[in-house]
């Protein structure tokens, strides 16, 4: 009965995911057809600070009912966490899905976006934030598998470190480029060592803890 109800509860997740993109992606689109008429592209344009607001308070509402569903959806911390990077991932995923089926964009996976603007504005090619997205509904969904089975998730010390440096890793792949975010210049080089690395890091972390959880339980 208990893996009968994670099942249920992961559908229901992955639903509000793929639909929470939906209502995103069309608020993207209205942006675009008032900033961008002519197609979105770098370097980017100076935006109204009543417009910056608004979206920065919009990204702040979209975390918050990420957190509020995760958090209704589990009951300890890391079955919510589990809960809340499935739903993150599958947020990201199915954003550029449907940018992708109601306004053909991007045309290659290679495309820069403006990825999030807290604190400060993110980009990166279409690629980058998709492949974080899919390792995060990966683990997610492994986390509450192991909820399921009746495993308590414990990360490891050097899991800690790890999956810190492999964030920062990777936030410093999205944020350095303060040039073309700030002052309207073309984007530097992506720099994909650092995805690989945050990637990496935050695999391995994982790998470390899941091991850690079965093994604790077991003995």
């Known amino acids: 009965m208990a893996k009968r109800d ?3 509860r992961v559908i229901f997740i992955l639903l509000f995911g793929v639909a929470m993109a939906y209502v995103e992606a069309m608020a993207v689109v209205y942006l675009r057809e008032l900033l ?18 608004m979206e920065l308070f ?3 509402a979209s ?3 990420l957190v509020a569903v995760a958090a209704i959806a589990g009951k300890k911390f890391w079955e919510r966490f589990g809960y809340f990077i499935i739903l993150f991932g599958t947020w990201d995923i199915f954003y550029y899905v449907w940018l992708k089926v109601t306004i053909d ?16 504005p993110w980009i990166g090619p279409v690629i980058a934030p998709v492949l974080v997205a899919l390792l995060m509904v990966i683990t997610g969904l492994s986390i ?3 909820f399921a089975r ?10 800690w470190v790890l999956s810190v440096f492999g964030t920062t890793a990777l936030l410093l792949s999205f944020m350095r480029d303060t ?4 002052y309207q210049q073309m984007p530097q080089p992506y720099m994909y060592g650092l995805l690989i690395v945050g990637l990496l890091l935050n695999l391995i972390a994982y790998l470390l803890s899941y091991r850690r959880t079965i093994t604790a339980s077991n003995s």
């Open 6 to 8: 994670h099942r249920i």
């Open 36 to 53: 961008y008429p002519e197609g979105f592209s770098f370097p980017l344009k100076l935006i109204p600070l009543n417009l910056i607001a």
């Open 58 to 60: 919009r990204e702040l």
């Open 63 to 65: 975390i918050v009912m």
């Open 105 to 120: 964009w991007p045309s290659s996976l290679f495309d820069w976006d403006i990825l999030f603007l807290i604190p400060i």
């Open 144 to 146: 509450i598998s192991l």
């Open 150 to 159: 009746g495993y308590t998730f414990r990360p490891t010390a050097l899991a």
């Open 179 to 182: 040039g073309a975010t700030l």
